[in-house]
Every structure is written in C-alpha cells, then in structure tokens.
C-alpha cells in the first residue's frame, strides 16, 4: 500500500501544473490599458514655488488654479504656465468657491466676491463665523456657520433667505433647485433652493458623509454604517447596503455606478440602481478625499506622492500618477480643453511647497516603418 501511495503522487504531480500557486482574482495584475493610461493626467505640465504654507486645498475654474495660503492671502495662478495671475490679502482657512466670472472667499465673519479675472473685490457680505467651505453654483452661494444657512446672489451679494437648521461640519451639495444638506444629528434635508423651505426630511443616524446628488436619486452614508439611495423628489428610500467603513469626501458617479472611497484604504464601486457591490480593491493608503472620475477611471489621492486610478468597469488597476513629493491637501480636478487636468499642492514643513498641474502625456511617436 505504501508504494501505492507513493505511485499515485508521483502521477499526480506530473499532471499538476508547476506553479500551483492560486491567486485570488481580486488580486491578479491585470495591465492597465494603453487608452487609459494615455488618458490619466500623470505628466507634469508645470511645476511652480508656493511663497507660504497652504491653507486649503486647491481649486480649478475656468483658465486658473486658486490657492489660499496661511500666510493671509488668495492666489490666482494661469492654467497654462503657473505664473500668478493675481494675489489678494485675505485671510482664510477653507478653499475658495469658483463659479464662472467670480471667486468666493469666507474671510473675516463675511463673503467676499472677487472678479477672477483680475482679483478686485466686486461686493463684500457679512455673513457670521463661518464653519465650513462655502459653495457655488448656478448663480447661488451658499455660506453656513454653525446652525445656520444663508443663500446670496452671486451676481450681487443680495441676501436671499436664511435660516437655522442645526449643527453641521459636512459641505451642502447643490442639484438643479435642490439644496441637499447632511446634518450632524443625523437629518439630511432637502431645501428649495429659491426660498430654503423644506422639500423633505428624512431622520438617520449620525453623522452623514457629503451627499452624492443627482437628478433622480440623492446617495449619503450614515453613521448606522449603510450606503442609502432616495428618490430626489421625494425623499422616499430606494435601497440601502451595508457600508462599514467611513466614508472620505464626496461619492463619485457615472451613468452605471457610483464609486466611495472609504477609511478602511478600499474603492468601491456599486450599481446605482440597486446598491450591488460590483468591485473593491484595496489601496495602499488612506485616501483623503473622494474619489475623482474622469474619462473611464476613477483616481484615488492620500497624502503619498502617488495617486491610484481604476478602471470603471472592473475596477483594474488604469495607471498611476507620480509625483516628486508628497501631497499636501487633496488634488483638484477639471477640463482643459478635451483633456483632464489636476492641480497638486506638494511639499512639507521640511521641503519646498509647490503647486503642480498634471495632464496627460503626450502621445509616442510612432516608429516610421522601413
């Protein structure tokens, strides 16, 4: 029996493979694709000395990069070489609020519109001790400080409504004529965003990450750890999926899926009709902010000098962006022309800090044929 034994192994391990190894398929290298490669703002396009420590992240508008320093001022560098544009004094600690012609700055209790052009100041509103960024959009700009919301014309700086509705640290989201608005007691509120009425309420678990806002659905994590789905015009619950990390920043959405970055260094991807995990590979850091989509990936940014991207159908690794330093505040993202760029604020309190703008790099030459 024993040599029996040992004549089965023998023609066992003649019919096995050599490398009988598995690899699970989650974590098979699969090569990032060419087009998505070629697509990814990994080159850089120019790279220029910031004069003070950054305040608050960068912001991309139009044909400039805004930056805030803690030294006291708002910066405005050119899209196309990064040489400064302008340089405003004013103190502030959160990012500026760009929306086409005009650049919003929470600084000293009030608003401050500036011409993006060219810096001036085209009105001032007070507006309280402000608690967290404001936002832009449409015509709109929202301030909030620490129970209360008021809404201002971005033409004028005309007070249009405001009113209290508790305690809040997470940034409003703007859709169409719906202010969507993440409280810290666990309320999300859907206001009117002409006149700040409600709309609709619906009372979760504290505290809710940003809200992903579409037209049909409104998509927020809770602090019962679940990823919820409502209808927009009504508030009436979809689904929800069990989500047990926290949430970073704002979820990122296609017309398939959407994508959330969470603190448990994973990215994942879900079907927005139903909530069903499609993919989650695993980072090799703790991303910061949400993740950015542009073209067919998903980018992922931590405080490391490398930026991950997925592709949005498989989640398979699409590349990566490298830098020469660390990262210092989360990436910006817009157009330029048909092609996506990032701004990056680079360095530390032992190196040079710099603002970087990436692009995709430039096509290879083909090789002429004989």
Known sequence: MPALRTTLLLLIAQLVPPSSTTVPPSSTAVPPSSTAVHLLPSAVRWSVPISANPAAPPVIDGDKVFVVLESGAVQAHRITDGTTAWKVDLRSEFPVAADGERVFVAAGEAIHALNAADGLEAWLAPAGNITIPPVAHAGWVIASTEKALTAYRASDGTKVWSREVGTQHVIPSIEANNLYVPLDDGRLLALDLQTGADRWVRRLTGPLSEVLALPERVYVRSGDKHLYCFRAGDGQREWRFLFGALVRGRPAADEKRIYVTAMDNTVRAY??????????????????????????????????????????????????????????????????????????LTGSLKSQWRLVLTGPPAPAAETPRE
Request: proline share 9%; glycine share 8%.
């Open 271 to 344: 079907r927005r009709s139903n909530g069903e995990l499609l993919w989650h590979p695993a980072l090799p850091f703790r991303p910061t902010t949400g993740p950015e989509l542009t073209d067919s990936v998903v980018i992922v940014s931590g405080s490391a000098a490398e930026l991950r991207s997925f592709d949005v159908a498989t989640g398979q690794p699409a590349g990566n962006i490298t830098l020469e330093d660390s990262l210092a505040m989360p990436p910006a993202f817009a157009r330029s022309g048909n092609a996506a760029v990032m701004a990056a």
